[in-house]
């Protein structure tokens, strides 16, 4: 399982960001992929998720409707498109994949191989 996931960065209360996460071929056609971050001194969090088939999602309350994740099978890629963005959204933000688990039952214990984070740092 390989997982490359990118596009942090840092903007202001109320900007967008884009992460993406590219897998190999098999890993995106046959595991559930989720976005996860954690903040300093915090544990890491389910952000949210999305299944390999059908591509039914699932977002924790605090990202809902602000947060939008996305599957581009021609690029193997997993996309988090992140809208008003608030201070307490800064983390660095993991992608993670699950062979067995389902987009609503996505959980860190469950995950099976995560990609490197990508720090998002939002200022007020």
């Known amino acids: 399982v390989q997982l490359q996931a990118s596009g942090g960065g840092s903007v202001q209360a109320g900007g967008s960001l884009r992460l993406s996460c590219v897998a190999d071929?098999?890993?995106?056609?046959?595991?559930?992929m989720g976005w996860f971050r954690q903040a300093p001194g915090k544990e890491r969090e389910f952000v949210a998720a999305?299944?390999?088939?059908?591509?039914?999602?699932d977002y924790s309350d605090s990202v809902k409707g602000r947060f939008t994740i996305s599957r581009d099978i021609t690029k193997n890629t997993v996309y988090l498109q992140m809208n008003s963005l608030k201070p307490e959204d800064t983390a660095v933000y993991f992608c993670g994949a699950s062979r067995y688990s389902t987009a609503q039952r996505m959980a860190v214990a469950n995950i099976d191989a995560w990609g490197q984070g990508t720090q998002v740092t939002v200022s007020s």
């Open positions: 071929t098999r890993t995106f056609r046959t595991y559930a």
């Open positions: 999305i299944n390999r088939n059908r591509g039914s999602t």
